[in-house]
C-alpha cells in the first residue's frame, strides 16, 4: 500500500477476500494451506479464461489487466513444473499403470493430479498425457 501499487493492493485484496468467502463456507475454519493453494489456483484458471473472452472480444486493455493480476497471484504459488517436467512424471505414471492407450486416461490422470497437485495446471496435464496415450496406441 505504501508503494502506492495499486494493481498489487486491489489483487491482493480480492484474494483475501476470496480465501475469506471459503472460511465463511467452511463455517469460520481456518483453511488448511492446501485449500489457499487450490483457491489461488483457480484465481489464476478464471483469469486465463477471461484472458481468453476479453480477447475474442478485442478487449486487449482488459485482458492486459487480467495478465498483471495473474503474474501478481504467482508469486504467491509454489514454482509450477515446466511441459518437460510434466511429461517425465506422466511417462512414469502411464509406466506404473501400465496404461496403453487413450481409454486409460482416467487411471492416469486421476493419479498424476494428485501427484502434480499445486505444482502444474491440470489443462496442461491433461494435453501432455492425452499425447503420451496417443503415441502408446499408435506404437502398438
Same mark, same amino acid.
Given at each position: 500500500?505504501?508503494? &502506492?501499487?495499486? +494493481?498489487?493492493?486491489?489483487?491482493?485484496?480480492?484474494?483475501?477476500?476470496?480465501?475469506?468467502?471459503?472460511?465463511?463456507? &467452511?463455517? @469460520?475454519?481456518?483453511? +488448511?494451506? $492446501?485449500?489457499?493453494?487450490?483457491?489461488?489456483?483457480?484465481?489464476?484458471?478464471?483469469?486465463?479464461? $477471461?484472458?481468453?473472452?476479453?480477447?475474442? @472480444? =478485442?478487449?486487449?486493455?482488459?485482458?492486459? &489487466?487480467?495478465?498483471?493480476?495473474?503474474?501478481?497471484?504467482?508469486?504467491? !504459488? +509454489?514454482?509450477?513444473? $515446466?511441459?518437460?517436467?510434466?511429461?517425465?512424471?506422466?511417462?512414469?505414471?502411464?509406466?506404473?499403470? =501400465?496404461?496403453? @492407450? +487413450?481409454?486409460?486416461?482416467? &487411471?492416469?490422470?486421476?493419479? !498424476?493430479?494428485?501427484?502434480?497437485? =499445486?505444482?502444474?495446471? =491440470? $489443462?496442461?496435464?491433461?494435453?501432455?498425457? @492425452?499425447?503420451?496415450?496417443?503415441?502408446?496406441?499408435?506404437?502398438?
Amino acid at each position: 500500500m505504501r508503494a &502506492k501499487d495499486v +494493481p498489487r493492493r486491489n489483487t491482493i485484496r480480492m484474494l483475501e477476500a476470496a480465501i475469506k468467502n471459503a472460511e465463511i463456507d &467452511k463455517r @469460520g475454519a481456518e483453511l +488448511p494451506e $492446501s485449500d489457499i493453494l487450490a483457491i489461488l489456483q483457480r484465481q489464476v484458471k478464471q483469469r486465463r479464461e $477471461s484472458i481468453e473472452q476479453f480477447e475474442k @472480444g =478485442g478487449r486487449d486493455d482488459l485482458a492486459d &489487466k487480467e495478465r498483471i493480476e495473474i503474474t501478481i497471484i504467482e508469486q504467491y !504459488l +509454489p514454482r509450477q513444473l $515446466s511441459r518437460d517436467e510434466v511429461e517425465a512424471r506422466a511417462r512414469a505414471v502411464i509406466e506404473q499403470v =501400465g496404461a496403453t @492407450g +487413450p481409454g486409460d486416461r482416467g &487411471k492416469v490422470m486421476g493419479m !498424476l493430479m494428485r501427484e502434480l497437485r =499445486g505444482e502444474a495446471d =491440470g $489443462s496442461l496435464v491433461n494435453a501432455v498425457v @492425452g499425447e503420451l496415450l496417443a503415441a502408446a496406441a499408435e506404437a502398438e
